[in-house]
Nanobody, 124 residues
Framework: QLQLVESGGGLVQPGGSLRLSCAAAGRISSSYVTGWFRQAPGKEREFVAAIDRSGGLTRYADSVKGRFTVSRANAENTVHLQMNSLKPEDTAVYYC?????????????????WGQGTQVTVSA
């Protein structure tokens, strides 16, 4: 089993930044591809970003490319999502997810383990 806990959400003004963290406990977290998803009220949960086990390969949704950066610190069992130039449409609950694979996937069904989510609100 792998337990994931997100932190770092909050309220930020448009154009501002936030850094989300996903802390893993349980099995060796560096064996897992880690992804970030988000879900806004009344919408489907959508892919945001993902990173492979070594941290050398990343993938992003078009809507966040150039603004968000995913990274991992395996020694700390933590994956981060740096979010810059935030927009109101980035408002959502952000979830961390993990899959035991070498492939970086962008679909929700590909991930086995999920955190409880952290709220990000972008508003003036």
């Amino acid at each position: 089993q792998l337990q994931l806990v997100e932190s770092g959400g909050g309220l930020v003004q448009p154009g501002g930044s936030l850094r989300l963290s996903c802390a893993a406990a349980g099995r060796i977290s560096s064996s897992y591809v880690t992804g970030w998803f988000r879900q806004a009220p009344g919408k489907e949960r959508e892919f945001v970003a993902a990173i492979d086990r070594s941290g050398g390969l990343t993938r992003y949704a078009d809507s966040v490319k150039g603004r968000f950066t995913v990274s991992r610190a395996n020694a700390e069992n933590t994956v981060h999502l740096q979010m810059n130039s935030l927009k109101p449409e980035d408002t959502a609950v952000y979830y961390c997810a993990a899959r035991l694979s070498i492939l970086v996937a962008a679909t929700r069904d590909a991930y086995t383990y999920w955190g409880q989510g952290t709220q990000v609100t972008v508003s003036a």
